[in-house]
Nanobody, 128 residues
């Protein structure tokens, strides 16, 4: 079993930056995928970014069009942590952000049902 613990959310002005962290603990996984989703009030959970890696390193990265060029997903192997660096934030980025993970190969990386493990969520609020 894998546990995911998020941190780093908060309040920021438009144009500012935040970095979210997602620390994984529990079973070590050599083939793994990490992702970030977000959910705004009254809306469905939507895909933000995903990254896949194996013993050879990262081999797949994907971003939603709305964050492409502004957000960066990365992973620190030593701490088993996945990050989401968010730059040039906009009020439309306001949402609860969730990290997700899976050891399954295949599936649609943009769908929540492709992931088995979820963090508790962290609030990001961007003021105009």
């Amino acid at each position: 079993q894998v546990q995911l613990v998020e941190s780093g959310g908060g309040l920021v002005q438009a144009g500012g930056s935040l970095r979210l962290s997602c620390a994984a603990s529990g079973r070590a996984l050599s083939t793994y995928a990490g992702a970030w989703f977000r959910q705004a009030p009254g809306k469905e959970r939507e895909f933000v970014a995903a990254k896949r890696w194996n013993d050879g390193g990262a081999y797949f990265v994907d971003y939603a069009d709305s964050v492409q060029g502004r957000f960066t997903i990365s992973r620190d192997v030593s701490s088993n942590t996945v990050y989401l660096q968010m730059d040039n934030l906009k009020p439309d980025d306001t949402a609860v952000y969730y990290c997700a993970g899976t050891a399954r190969i295949g599936g649609n990386n943009r769908r929540p049902d492709a992931y088995d493990y979820w963090g508790q969520g962290t609030q990001v609020t961007v003021s105009s």
